[in-house]
């Protein structure tokens, strides 16, 4: 059992300035924001450290600042911990690792995320439409510049 | 004319018995009012069994009109012939159906002396030859249909057949074996001091088992799984060539169910409650039907469908042994009785 | 709108066929299980939801806080409650206050009887799946009358009860709701004691599921399944006892696990959660505290973001709000159990050998909902 403190260290010493934030906002929740381009070795070495199971992954849209916040959630078995991994990207052009082969189970939120998001992520297996409909060519239904309500008439 | 019309009744007349076994029964009326009691039945026991009402409008008891209305619902409704496939065959098949399971009624003793075609004394055997084409052209069925999930259905009506014929035919030689002859007739009236279900009793449980998958009824009716197969080899049929596989399905059921009854049930014998021999006869072979139709339907609902390669592997590895030692018992009664005598 | 866009789809060997157990099928819901098989073997299973999908993330977005509860119990028509209060614990967490322990109190009971509207159904459903007559899907959904009743006389509807808001709930229990109560646990109880006796312990039925579908913990964990599913691979993991709200705290209750991880243990599991949360009411009801069940709350919630979970009774829901300072949520990021879930069954050909048969009856055991899955 480590603490967030030990956790918070040895996430510094080890990566320095990738990480950004380490926040504890309340009980057994823990929020990390780092670096896009080392996004994929946090993962691993947090993986190592005991958080082993997805739980939910997505992004947040914010076109004023012209970023996509993309997070992953995990929760720990060993330390009953649940972690939000987040990281910004640029909004125009949306790429960014997919953390598929560190944890399985984030697999169909990170297809689900692309399609409605139009987020690329590199590496994934199977980047297919999975919930809207085949002849859909009308944009990124979850981005903030979609609009619900001009069906056309 | 008068002429003719006197010798159509002078022939009536001198055949009367056999067009009336031909004609209502246990011919052509016997069957179609049996279709429509057992339909009848099927839904409405299984209704109350599942908290369910059943059929109540049509027909002010019970319902019992409802069956007629869905037959012309369905006699009435459109042809759908899928279209790559052979059309010939589509239609041969639901009319052929239901003639062979008639035509292995006719040949069950209902009374004394009152049976429609005694096969020279060898109605168990053609019983049983005709009885072996039905899973034949079931499977068919389900391959000129030209689509997956019937494709599917037909291999598993194979399954069913190695897995359930085998040892149903073995638990019936012990039958045969007891009673000495392969005459229907016969076999009845060899139980009249004791019912074979009793000395027979693993040949029973191997037949049960094996009747069950031969009238393709729950625990074993994987052809028409509508589970995983929307509705198994009868999935593209609709209208009347529904109508007449499901016919084919009852008539299956009911000359199965009768062949139980004389095999081991005791067939018509019964205390003379009816004054008449053969009436009373008839009646207890109606009712000893109807007991073996009740046990089914409540098997139907207690009971989950094996996997067909769970069938194959009960059918080979426990049943066909389990008819060969009830085999090897009987033959060693008999001999020990004929010792005695 | 456009032409189709047409699937890719690989060439099969020779002797295989692709099967679509379709979104036109009698058992198969609003989502279509591809398998591809040669009669009797599987080799690959692949399952296409989005039939349903609604966007409810979007229309979160445009909905006032309060108003967003609706749209959300749509959602998922069996357990409705569960994912309302899902909302609201984030919500509450954004405020920063606790609902007063009455309202948590009300809040356990519906959410409890809530897992047992939607076990029985899922229970039936499961049985008609391993092939059985619709006879115990009937006599469950029949059982759920009780109640269904009881919640119609807390709140007036029978499923979507928009009855857990921000601050506490919307009434109190009516009088004679706790009579009611009892006797519709002592009720199902029987009812429970007669399924187990006719259906778990049933030959047959061990038969079809024992050994089907085996998910082994590892890699239960490493794919993400949620709630009885995790639960009957030997994973001890319950948001009610890990991560508590509502009244879960201080209420004694134990969580239900089994090592098999076959459909039969899933099962299994699901049955035993019922006679759990038929003593959860029962304690819940017994040690109610007085007072006030609803706190007013600012319209606006301060900016910043929570992630809240709520154990539903297919598993763990849970949401991420993020919120500007405004009376709308800037953004709803929702994981359904379902969706979770539902994906298992594509891992299964590979490590196991499976058979034509047994698909519908893994996938009912995993309590697949597809609307949940789309939102």
């Given amino acids: 059992m480590m603490s967030m403190k030990e956790l918070e260290k040895k996430l510094r010493d080890r990566f320095g300035e990738g990480v950004i934030d380490f926040a504890i906002p309340r009980k057994n929740r823990l929020i990390i924001k780092v670096d896009a381009s080392i996004v994929k070795e946090i993962a691993m070495f947090i993986k190592e450290n005991g958080f082993d199971m997805p739980i939910s992954a997505g992004a947040t849209d914010y076109p004023k600042d012209k970023r996509f916040e993309v997070f992953w959630v995990i929760w720990s078995s060993i330390h009953n911990l649940v972690l939000i991994l987040k990281t910004d990207i640029d909004r125009d052009n949306a790429e960014i690792d997919s953390l598929v082969e560190v944890w399985r189970g984030v697999q169909k939120f990170e297809r689900e995320t692309w399609e409605l998001m139009g987020i690329n992520y590199k590496g994934h297996p199977k980047l297919k439409p999975l919930l809207l409909p085949e002849d859909w060519d009308e944009g990124y239904p979850l981005r903030k510049d979609f609009s619900l309500s001009p069906y056309k008439v | 004319m008068y002429l003719q019309i006197d010798e159509l009744i002078r022939f009536v007349e001198a055949n009367f018995d056999i067009i009336f076994k031909i004609a209502i029964f246990p011919g052509i009326a016997f069957i179609f009012g049996f279709l429509i009691f057992a339909v009848w039945y099927e839904r409405k026991f299984l209704a109350r069994l599942m908290v369910r009402m059943g059929p109540v409008h049509a027909g002010k008891v019970m319902g019992w009109l409802q069956l007629i209305a869905d037959a012309i619902k369905l006699i009435t409704k459109e042809f759908i012939v899928p279209r790559f496939t052979l059309r010939s065959l589509f239609f041969l098949l639901p009319i052929l159906l239901p003639v062979i399971p008639a035509a292995m009624v006719v040949l069950i003793p209902f009374g004394p002396g009152f049976i429609l075609y ?57 039958v045969v074996i007891m009673a ?56 593209e049929y609709s209208g009347p060539l529904y109508l007449l596989l499901m016919e084919a399905d009852y008539v299956n059921w009911l000359a199965w169910s009768l062949l139980m009854v004389v095999l081991y049930l005791g067939g018509y014998n019964g205390p003379n409650i009816l004054g008449n021999p053969v009436y009373s006869g008839i009646f207890w072979t109606l009712f000893k039907l109807l007991i073996v139709l009740t046990i089914v339907l409540i098997i139907k609902i207690g009971y989950a469908r094996l996997r067909v390669d769970q069938a194959v592997r009960m059918g080979w590895k426990y049943l066909i042994p389990l008819a060969v030692i009830n085999l090897v018992l009987t033959i060693l009664i008999k001999y020990i009785l004929n010792i005695y005598q | 709108m456009g032409i189709a866009r047409v699937e890719e789809v690989e060439e099969l060997k020779d002797g295989l066929m692709r099967v679509s157990i379709g979104p036109q099928h009698p058992i198969s819901g609003q989502g279509r299980i591809l398998v591809v098989t040669d009669g009797e073997t599987v080799y690959d299973i692949e399952i296409d939801i989005g039939y349903s999908h609604r966007g409810i993330e979007k229309i979160l977005e445009n909905r006032i806080y309060i108003h967003g509860i609706v749209p959300l119990e749509r959602m998922v028509m069996l357990d409705t409650s569960p994912i309302t209060m899902c909302y609201v614990r984030a919500l509450e967490e954004l405020y920063g206050v606790e609902a007063p322990p009455r309202a948590q109190y009300i809040r356990t ?50 499923w979507s009860y928009s009855f857990i808001v921000p601050g506490g709930v919307r009434a109190d229990l009516p009088q004679g709701f706790k009579e009611a109560a009892f006797e519709a646990i002592k009720f199902f ?173 893994i996938f009912y055991s995993l309590d697949p909902w597809f609307l949940d899955a789309d939102r």
């Fill in chain 2, 118 to 174: 005694n096969a020279m004394g060898n109605g168990l055997i053609l019983f049983l030859a005709l009885s072996t084409i039905y899973p034949v052209l079931n499977m068919l069925t389900g391959w000129v249909s030209n689509n997956k999930f019937t494709i599917i259905g037909a291999f598993r009506t194979i399954y069913l057949d190695v897995a359930a014929e085998i040892p149903l035919i073995l638990s019936i030689i012990g």
């Fill in chain 2, 180 to 235: 000495g002859t392969y005459d229907l007739v016969g076999i009845v009236e060899a139980q009249s001091n004791m019912w074979f279900i009793i000395p027979q009793i693993l040949g029973f449980i191997v037949f049960f088992i094996g009747y069950l998958g031969m009238t393709e009824r729950v625990p074993m009716d994987f052809p028409v799984a509508e589970v995983e197969l929307v509705f198994g080899i009868k999935t």
């Fill in chain 3, 109 to 158: 009971i519906i959410l409890e009887m809530n897992r047992i509207i939607s076990h029985t159904y899922a229970l039936g459903l499961f049985a008609e799946s391993a092939a059985w007559n619709p006879a115990i899907f009937l006599w469950t959904t029949a059982d759920r009358e009780p109640f269904l009743d009881l919640l119609e006389m807390l709140t007036g509807a029978r």
């Fill in chain 3, 189 to 361: 109880r029987e009812r429970l004691d007669v399924y187990v006796d006719s259906w778990i312990d049933n030959y047959l039925f061990e038969v079809r599921t024992r050994n089907v579908g085996v998910i082994p913990r590892d890699k239960a964990i490493e794919w993400g399944a949620a709630g009885p599913s995790l639960r009957a691979s030997g994973v001890e993991y319950d948001t009610r006892k890990h991560d508590p709200y509502a009244a879960y705290e201080e209420l004694d209750f134990k969580i239900i696990t089994d090592t098999s991880g076959d459909s039969y243990a899933r099962g299994g599991v699901r049955v035993k959660e019922m006679y759990v949360s038929l003593d959860i009411i029962e304690q819940a009801l017994e040690n109610i505290p007085d007072g006030p069940i609803k706190r007013s709350l600012p319209q606006r919630a301060p900016p910043g973001e929570a992630y809240a979970r709520v154990e539903t009774a297919r598993g763990e829901i849970g949401m991420y709000v993020v919120s500007d300072g405004k009376d709308k949520p800037y953004r709803v990021k929702i994981s359904p159990a379902s969706f979770r879930n539902i994906f298992l069954i594509e891992m299964l050909p590979k490590i196991e050998e499976l058979r034509f048969a047994d698909v519908p009856v």
